[in-house]
């Protein structure tokens, strides 16, 4: 079997194309068709076991020491998105870039990143690293993660939408639905103020992107979440809306427009 790490390096996505992986947890990782490799709230380690006591439910896909990202964005602080234990081997690779909101900056510090490649997203606002255009959008962790944020990431025109973690704020999450993703990944998980599976659908309606993939599930007991209730209440709420469930270590290559999609196992 071909390790994942082979699978994102030989994966050569085509123009309008877009490969999507999904690394457990809220974690994924994409690769464009200029090459450009992309990581999002990578859970890599148990760090969270040793913190708290949450234990890994499901394996980790990749090492970080094989993660081949040109860039890795935390939307948040929180150990299961900003993996304290990863981030020193994350930065080994030299070209690696890291960005997210003040906190996730504050933890690259302490990781030992160097300030040339440490990026600070603010709220509402727009950049291009790395040639993908991030959009950081609302997102409402409460007080857990007062500076929490979500972001959509355009890659070369199709765009993504990673919720992060966040509560079902239809009101204040204009900005991200009016950005007008083509693929979204919402926190289902229902505990710790997130969204729930019928929330995550209804935000689906909101956003109504061709593809929703569910995240933040089944990675801790403690954390619950239920994506068969998702894929049930997106096919309500959303019928138009191609809904899927992958799982670690999973490809999904999305072609726009239509939506086609090539699935296989890393």
């Known amino acids: ?5 082979s699978v994102i390096e030989n994966t050569r996505p085509q ?36 913190a708290f006591g949450f234990k890994r439910m499901m394996a980790c896909p990749i090492a970080a020491e094989d993660v081949p990202a040109d860039l890795v964005i935390c939307t948040h602080e929180h150990l299961d998105h900003m993996d304290s234990e990863a981030l020193p081997i994350l930065a080994k690779c030299p070209r690696t870039r890291f960005a997210g909101p003040a906190e996730c900056v504050k933890g690259f510090e302490k990781a030992g990143i160097s ?25 409402d962790h409460g007080d857990l993660a007062p500076d929490a944020i979500g972001v959509v990431l355009d890659f070369d025109g199709i765009r993504v ?36 599976a019928e929330e995550a659908a209804l935000l689906t309606r909101d956003v109504s992107p061709q593809l929703a993939i569910p995240a933040h599930f ?14 049930e209440h997106s096919a309500r709420h959303a019928p138009k809306v191609k809904a899927v469930v992958m799982k670690p270590g999973e490809m999904l290559l999305f072609r726009k427009p239509n939506h086609g999609l090539r699935c296989c196992s890393g």
């Open 1 to 5: 079997m071909h390790s994942l790490t």
């Open 15 to 50: 123009p309008g194309e877009l490969a999507i992986f999904w690394l457990a947890q809220a974690g994924f990782a994409f690769k464009t068709a200029s090459g450009v490799v992309v990581c999002i709230d990578p859970y890599l380690s148990d760090v969270v076991e040793k």
């Open 115 to 139: 300030p040339e490649r440490r990026v600070l997203l603010t709220p509402d606002s727009e950049i291009n690293l790395t040639g993908v255009r991030i959009f950081s959008v609302y997102a």
């Open 161 to 196: 939408y990673h919720t992060g973690d966040t509560a079902y704020r239809p009101e204040r999450l204009r900005k991200a639905i009016e950005l007008s993703p083509d693929v979204l990944l919402p926190c289902i998980n229902g505990r710790y103020g997130n969204m729930d």
């Open 218 to 231: 089944w990675m801790f007991v403690e954390h619950g979440g239920d994506p068969a209730a998702f894929i």
